[in-house]
């Protein structure tokens, strides 16, 4: 434990300074266009991108996936995300609290997210390693109550943990773990990859014992395999530097996952993250099936230049980007954004098709059966 803010700084460092995106694979949205509609009809000023999320209003369906904490460095740009969505309407995650409830003089640095932001939907987070190795309901509970967050983040990194130097490595019996939190937990549990999708499987079995909740987190933003190759290179650990190098580019798109993910479980409440990086991503994915999207490295890295005004900058930017795209469909609320024709390339179609998605039926059925927010309350 005297070593995790010391990784927690290793995985700042690195995302700021470092290449860490998946470099030959993409999210596919670009093979995705919302057809643009000349005479749209509707005052850009009126357009409503307005959703309910874990019982609150956000003002857009933008969330700031969990990515730090367990340093004071951390804690700095918890706040600065807290304040920045605090005033936008927006919300947000922090990163794994394991520090914290294995070594409570840390829990500040993820407290301050509540204290930056005290209307803020916040998500608090754990690693599903720590269900295996003995978490249960009461170190849930913990991290829930240390930022009084809104849900809480089972948090799947098995890629990651594959190539970090202290990774932990056993997901025996998760499903099991993660069942009996479901059962017994007052708050939603939300269950989030890190980078490398979730597929159609996956989210069957989580919706099949009780997750309604599910962040995708594909491939083609952030690849903590390839964060780790950087940390396994420099402690001369050449095995698992090696396999990461192979191994960087694995995952599921986030376009590919989110839609596997629609497609399992119609009736819940999806987060499309990984690779988000404009307002026209957002736009995109809530289309195609999203409630909310969320990104994390362009906050990351906007706060590495600008600080504090620079997270808010962005932010807005993402949110006038996504009303912009709304505007130019017709769309003035998410729902009428929702039934917009969407065009995917034909050989995305065909990838899906392979996966057994049926997809005419998807664009004219599946992701239509519920409105944008219809199943993210409590």
Same mark, same amino acid.
């Given at each position: 434990m005297?070593?995790?803010p010391?990784?927690?700084l290793?995985?700042?460092?690195?995302?700021?300074?470092?290449?860490?995106?998946?470099?030959?694979k993409?999210?596919?949205?670009?093979?995705?266009?919302?057809?643009?509609?000349?005479?749209?009809?509707?005052?850009?000023?009126?357009?409503?991108a307005s959703?309910?999320?874990?019982?609150k209003?956000?003002?857009?369906?933008?969330?700031?996936?969990?990515?730090?904490?367990g340093?004071r460095?951390?804690?700095?740009?918890?706040?600065?995300?807290?304040?920045?969505?605090q005033?936008?309407?927006?919300?947000?995650g922090?990163?794994?609290?394991?520090?914290?409830?294995?070594?409570?003089e840390l829990s500040?640095?993820?407290?301050?997210?509540?204290?930056?932001?005290?209307?803020?939907?916040?998500?608090?987070?754990?690693?599903?390693?720590?269900?295996?190795? /003995?978490?249960?309901?009461?170190?849930?509970?913990?991290?829930?109550?240390?930022?009084d967050?809104?849900?809480?983040?089972?948090?799947?990194?098995?890629?990651?943990?594959?190539f970090?130097?202290e990774?932990?490595?056993?997901?025996?019996g998760v499903?099991?773990?993660?069942?009996? !939190?479901?059962?017994e937990?007052?708050k939603?549990i939300?269950?989030?990859?890190?980078?490398h999708?979730l597929?159609y499987?996956?989210?069957?079995?989580?919706?099949s014992?009780?997750?309604?909740f599910?962040?995708?987190?594909?491939?083609?933003?952030?690849?903590?395999?390839?964060?780790?190759?950087?940390?396994?290179?420099?402690k001369?650990i050449?095995?698992?530097?090696?396999?990461?190098?192979?191994?960087?580019?694995?995952g599921?798109?986030?376009?590919?996952?989110?839609?596997?993910?629609?497609?399992?479980?119609?009736?819940?409440?999806?987060?499309?993250? /990984?690779?988000?990086r404009?307002?026209?991503d957002?736009?995109?994915?809530?289309?195609?099936?999203?409630?909310?999207?969320?990104?994390a490295?362009?906050?990351?890295?906007?706060y590495?230049?600008k600080?504090?005004?620079?997270?808010?900058?962005?932010?807005?930017?993402?949110?006038?980007?996504?009303?912009?795209?709304?505007?130019?469909?017709?769309?003035?609320?998410?729902?009428? !954004?929702?039934r917009?024709?969407?065009?995917?390339?034909?050989?995305?179609?065909?990838q899906?098709?392979l996966?057994?998605?049926?997809?005419?039926?998807?664009?004219r059925?599946?992701?239509?059966?519920?409105?944008?927010?219809?199943?993210?309350?409590?």
């Open positions: 005297e070593q995790t010391l990784r927690k290793d995985h700042i460092r690195i995302v700021l300074d470092s290449r860490v995106e998946h470099s030959n993409t999210t596919l949205f670009e093979h995705v266009d919302l057809g643009h509609l000349a005479i749209p009809e509707i005052d850009l000023e009126s357009v409503d959703i309910d999320f874990l019982g209003r956000l003002t857009a369906p933008i969330i700031v996936t969990g990515m730090t904490g340093h460095v951390a804690a700095d740009i918890n706040c600065a995300i807290a304040r920045a969505v005033e936008l309407g927006l919300a947000m922090v990163g794994s609290q394991r520090a914290a409830i294995e070594k409570p500040w640095t993820f407290r301050v997210a509540r204290e930056c932001g005290p209307d803020v939907p916040l998500i608090a987070n754990i690693g599903a390693p720590q269900l295996v190795s /003995g978490y249960g309901v009461a170190e849930i509970r913990k991290a829930i109550e240390m930022i967050a809104d849900a809480i983040a089972i948090h799947l990194n098995a890629g990651q943990e594959a970090q130097p990774g932990d490595t056993n997901y025996r499903l099991e773990k993660i069942s009996n !939190l479901v059962s937990l007052e939603p939300i269950v989030k990859e890190t980078g999708g597929s499987e996956a989210v069957l079995a989580l919706r014992i009780g997750v309604r599910f962040d995708v987190s594909g491939a083609g933003g952030t690849s903590w395999i390839r964060v780790e190759m950087y940390r396994a290179r420099a001369n050449d095995k698992l530097a090696r396999g990461a190098n192979v191994f960087k580019d694995w599921i798109p986030t376009l590919q996952s989110l839609i596997e993910s629609r497609w399992a479980a119609p009736d819940a409440c999806i987060i499309a993250s /990984g690779g988000i404009t307002g026209l957002a736009a995109k994915a809530v289309a195609l099936g999203a409630d909310i999207v969320g990104m490295l362009p906050v990351m890295r906007a590495g230049a600080g504090a005004e620079g997270v808010k900058e962005l932010l807005e930017q993402v949110v006038f980007e996504l009303r912009a795209a709304m505007f130019l469909t017709g769309a003035s609320s998410l729902r009428e !954004l929702r917009k024709t969407v065009r995917i390339d034909p050989v995305i179609r065909q899906l098709e996966r057994g998605i049926d997809t005419e039926l998807y664009l059925g599946t992701r239509l059966l519920v409105e944008p927010g219809q199943n993210c309350s409590p």
